[in-house]
């Protein structure tokens, strides 16, 4: 777990204040004070909530004194259960970090063969990112529509940029890519690139068609159509 020390010289490396700290942390600044000074002990959850807050600004602790900068990493997700494990990381990480899911480039007819697939862990997915309140978005392809996401929660782009051939999920600072003919993700760690990906997908937004509800039909009859096919 952190220490003293690595508290200190991270908010060194960040530039950051004992109420800085205490506002990412959700703690207050006497907390911090007392800690790094040791005048008191301190809490499993105030120093989780302390490492928390340094993670989600990229510092890496190293041994008992060391702080780093995290360099930006890509891990790669390969196999049949490529997309499942990449539901995971998109929980965890949102968990962690908050934030919404952005989606570019999701297929209805992808999406309806994961149902198809394995449409317990589909609906294990959705219900998890609802129960952590991460809002997600997507766009898709004009006349698609998407079974496991909420009327107006998913918008139409031209057919032609859809057909770039890969999809995106932009989620914390994490850019995921997938192929679609290969199962393969790449999975890219980086506040740039996230930074990046997110602009580009609100302006494509801001562009994109809002489609009517699938059929007249609510998103749960469609789920359960999806189910009977």
Not at 90 to 97: A, F
Request: glycine share 8%; net charge negative; charged share 25%.
């Amino acid at each position: 777990m952190i220490t003293r020390a690595q508290c200190r010289a991270a908010r060194g490396l960040l530039g950051w204040t004992q109420q800085e700290l205490a506002d990412f942390s959700g703690l207050s600044k006497t907390s911090i004070n007392n800690y790094e000074r040791g005048l008191s002990d301190v809490k499993g959850d105030t120093l989780q909530a302390i490492h928390d807050a340094f993670a989600t600004a990229q510092v890496a602790f190293i041994g008992h004194e060391g702080v780093q900068k995290k360099a930006d990493t890509v891990n790669i997700f390969k196999g049949a259960d490529s997309f499942f494990c990449l539901q995971d990381d998109i929980y965890e990480t949102l968990q962690q970090e908050g934030g919404g899911l952005l989606v570019c480039g999701m297929s209805q007819a992808f999406e309806q063969k994961m149902t198809q697939v394995q449409p317990d862990r589909m609906q294990k997915h959705q219900e998890r990112l609802e129960s952590i309140g991460a809002q997600s978005r997507s766009l898709t392809k004009h006349g698609d529509h998407l079974y496991f996401s909420t009327p107006g929660s998913y918008r139409w782009i031209d057919e032609v940029l859809f057909s770039f051939g890969k999809f995106s999920f932009i989620y914390g600072n994490k850019v995921a890519l997938k192929l679609w003919y290969d199962d393969m993700i790449l999975i890219i760690n980086s506040k740039q690139a996230s930074d990046a990906e997110r602009e580009r997908f609100e302006k494509m937004w801001a562009q994109a068609e809002t489609p009517p509800l699938a059929d007249g039909r609510s998103t749960v009859e469609n789920q359960e159509r999806v189910k009977r096919t």
